[in-house]
Nanobody
Framework: QVQLVESGGGSVQAGGSLRLSCAAS????????MSWYRQAPGKQREWVAG???????NYLDSVKGRFTISRDNAKKTVYLQMNSLKPEDTAVYYC??????WGQGTQVTVSS
């Protein structure tokens, strides 16, 4: 079955960096557009970044210039490099396939 396993979350101070990973299995990864979403406490889940099968990337305006999404098809893994983190980036981060499969999420906490 399809599995997406996120890792790399943690607690950092404002201005710090984290790199999230999402390892996929049970899908033909190279044919799937992939996205990262996040959900902060008391808020709706929001899209953060996406990468197409061809490597075209798109970002939520508030993370442009700070976050970078990338993928390694050989490792079936999508990454989210997060720099210059802000307290408002605190959320559970999820990866998602184009076809609607979700991972279990990884917590990111940014303190001021």
């Amino acid at each position: 079955q399809v599995q997406l396993v996120e890792s790399g979350g943690g607690s950092v101070q404002a201005g710090g960096s984290l790199r999230l990973s999402c390892a996929a299995s049970g899908i033909i990864f190279s044919t799937n557009d992939m996205s990262w979403y996040r959900q902060a406490p008391g808020k709706q889940r929001e899209w953060v970044a996406g990468i197409s099968t061809g490597g075209i990337t798109n970002y939520l305006d508030s993370v442009k210039g700070r976050f970078t999404i990338s993928r390694d098809n050989a490792k079936k893994t999508v990454y989210l490099q997060m720099n210059s983190l802000k307290p408002e980036d605190t959320a559970v981060y999820y990866c998602r396939t184009r076809t609607g499969y979700w991972g279990q999420g990884t917590q990111v906490t940014v303190s001021s």
